[in-house]
T-cell receptor
Framework: GQQVMQIPQYQHVQEGEDFTTYCNSSTTLSNIQWYKQRPGGHPVFLIQLVKSGEVKKQKRLTFQFGEAKKNSSLHITATQTTDVGTYFCAGLRSNDYKLSFGAGTTVTVRA | NAGVTQTPKFQVLKTGQSMTLQCAQDMNHEYMSWYRQDPGMGLRLIHYSVGAGITDQGEVPNGYNVSRSTTEDFPLRLLSAAPSQTSVYFC???????????FGSGTQLSVL
């Protein structure tokens, strides 16, 4: 079964507001990857975090990897209509080196 | 580079029919994989390959076969389609297992 839990499943955001999506793993991860899928499209790689406590930024997106390497978050500031889509985390399990995807957070934006 | 090329984009099958989804990559990636995407379930791994001649089962392999005779190609075969296989299928590849994935554009499959 799914070993990476992602919440919330849906996020409805007013344009200009911030939001955060979270991923939690039952096992330690070697790395965590984030992907974005636009409506009707395919997942596209955004970023990979490897180190404990790592924080990376891409413009209005901030990605964090937890100290225990079991959780991660994606924070988007000043949401724009271009942020619409589904965001997936994918954790690379340290015990068997398999990639496990979260169920995704689907984001809609109210103008 | 074309990246990951996946065909067809859409397919409708009747229960019991067979078909092959094609996937090719031109990035010389060792790792290739097939996922299915269903609402609320995220991406679930069907089969994967870490190199030519090597394949292995993922999380939901039943009803699907794969082969990897070349580095470039990784076809997915449905031997006897069932309505439960109605889904969106993605092929994905990476330089090596565990690294960032490049996805194809997807196949929307309906089994009636």
């Amino acid at each position: 079964g799914q070993q990476v839990m992602q919440i919330p499943q849906y996020q409805h955001v007013q344009e200009g507001e911030d939001f955060t999506t979270y991923c939690n793993s039952s096992t330690t991860l070697s790395n965590i990857q984030w992907y974005k899928q636009r409506p009707g499209g395919h997942p596209v790689f955004l970023i990979q975090l490897v180190k404990s406590g790592e924080v990376k930024k891409q413009k209005r997106l901030t990605f964090q990897f937890g100290e225990a390497k079991k959780n991660s978050s994606l924070h988007i500031t000043a949401t724009q209509t271009t942020d619409v889509g589904t965001y997936f985390c994918a954790g690379l399990r340290s015990n068997d080196y398999k990639l496990s995807f979260g169920a995704g957070t689907t984001v809609t934006v109210r103008a | 580079n074309a990246g990951v090329t996946q065909t067809p984009k859409f397919q409708v099958l009747k229960t019991g029919q067979s078909m092959t989804l094609q996937c090719a990559q031109d990035m010389n990636h060792e790792y290739m994989s097939w996922y299915r995407q269903d609402p609320g379930m995220g991406l679930r791994l069907i089969h994967y390959s870490v190199g030519a001649g090597i394949t292995d089962q993922g999380e939901v392999p039943n009803g699907y076969n794969v082969s990897r005779s070349t580095t470039e190609d990784f076809p997915l075969r449905l031997l006897s389609a069932a309505p439960s296989q109605t889904s969106v299928y993605f092929c994905a590849s990476s330089y090596q297992e565990g690294e960032k994935l490049f996805f194809g554009s997807g196949t929307q499959l309906s089994v009636l």
